[in-house]
């Protein structure tokens, strides 16, 4: 394991799902302090509020910056909430912990510039805050990995991630796509590593908050994050998708929280079937592979190409159909034939040029 980690050892917030929600930017002292007595007084403990706001294009609100920072001080005095901001530059760190912050993330847009991430880890050197990365904007699983890396190599072992969706040029139900294979790819590597699940920012809509979360806690998730507004018609940034502290808890109270991982006798029982299709299948594989390397002698004989593109086109429509009326998802089975495809042209092509 290549990252060393500690647990983020956040008062009061020991169990699952840790809860960070406050508004996507700090517009004033007064909206600041509204939203988070609100949510003190449901039990919330760590109030988050972006004080830098990196906006794709010029012209949007882009933070109040540092003259920000008191209104999340005093909420912190007011309230007894812990407090976190986004950092993307030195200077962030330097004046987000001298206004006393708890925790600091780092955004998508600068997770995905290695440049920044080394200058931010360097700067972070010899401080002792926890630290949550959300994913890059692209859906790049090494340069999230490397930005952990960069974090923790300059000494934040108190270190997390969150995923918030990844960009896509095709606009879709979601304003990112969530994609969830690659968080999961990120626990599998490494299971200590704290994550977290911003439904907000993968939604970009508020009726889709609940579902997110509901996911995200299915999926094993540590905790959300989640944008809270007290009035979130009028916000300055992000307006579709913050909803009022009420709402908040309205959507938390409905999650269920499945915590139980023993392993029964039953489930034990299921697993081995499992294990036994999953045999199969790499038997019957094997079968097809042996049957395309045969082909692959035939066309050598007949001087054809290794890809017949109509054939390769004609696979992926009929089996495409079939596993929707399996009820497996088309884009699943796709996937599937595209790498069983690639290995068959690996081994005709072997065979081919011997
Ligand atoms: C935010 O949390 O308000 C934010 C800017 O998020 P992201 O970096 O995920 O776009
Ligand atoms: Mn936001």
Redesign the pocket.
């Known amino acids: 394991m290549d990252l060393e980690l500690k647990p983020l050892a956040l008062p009061g917030m020991t169990e699952r799902p840790l809860i960070i929600a406050g508004p996507?930017?700090a517009e004033s002292e007064e909206q600041v302090m509204c939203t988070a007595k609100q949510l003190a007084a449901k039990g919330y403990k760590m109030l988050?509020a972006?004080v830098w706001?990196?906006r794709t294009k010029p012209g949007g609100f882009e933070g109040h910056g540092e003259p920000a920072l008191p209104w999340l001080q005093q909420a912190k005095a007011e309230t007894g909430m812990m407090i976190c901001t986004?950092v993307a530059t030195p200077r962030h760190v330097e004046a987000a912990m001298n206004a006393g912050m708890d925790l600091l993330?780092v955004?998508?847009?600068t997770a995905a510039n290695p440049f920044a991430m080394q200058e931010l880890a360097d700067s972070l050197q010899g401080i002792d805050v926890p630290v949550l990365v959300?994913n890059p904007v692209n859906p790049d699983i090494e340069l999230w990995i490397g930005a952990l890396q960069r974090i923790n190599r300059a000494g934040i072992k108190r270190l997390g991630a969150?995923h918030?969706g990844f960009s896509s040029f095709d606009a879709k139900m979601y304003r990112n796509q969530p994609m969830w294979n690659i968080p999961i790819e990120l626990h599998r590597r490494y299971p200590e590593l704290p994550i977290l699940c911003?439904p907000s920012?993968i939604g970009g809509r508020r009726d889709l908050i609940a579902p997110l979360c509901q996911q995200a806690m299915d999926m094993g998730f540590d905790g959300l994050?989640v944008?809270s507004h007290c009035d979130p018609d009028k916000a300055w940034?992000?307006a579709k998708q913050q909803v009022m502290p009420d709402v908040l808890e309205f959507i938390l109270d409905h999650l269920t929280i499945r915590d139980h991982n023993e392993v029964t006798e039953d489930l034990m029982t299921l697993r081995k079937q499992i294990d036994s299709v999953d045999g199969d299948l790499l038997d019957l594989l094997t079968r097809r592979m042996r049957i395309s390397r045969e082909i692959a002698e035939y066309k050598k004989r007949h001087q054809m190409a290794v890809v017949q593109s109509s054939r390769y086109t004609e696979i992926l429509d009929k089996r495409g159909a079939q596993g929707a009326l399996c009820g497996i998802a088309s884009d699943c089975v796709k996937t599937i034939f595209e790498a069983i495809h690639a290995e068959s042209v690996r081994q005709q092509m072997e065979i081919i040029n011997k």
């Open positions: 996507c930017s988050r972006g706001k990196p986004e993330w955004g998508a847009r959300k969150i918030r911003d920012h994050i944008e940034s992000d």
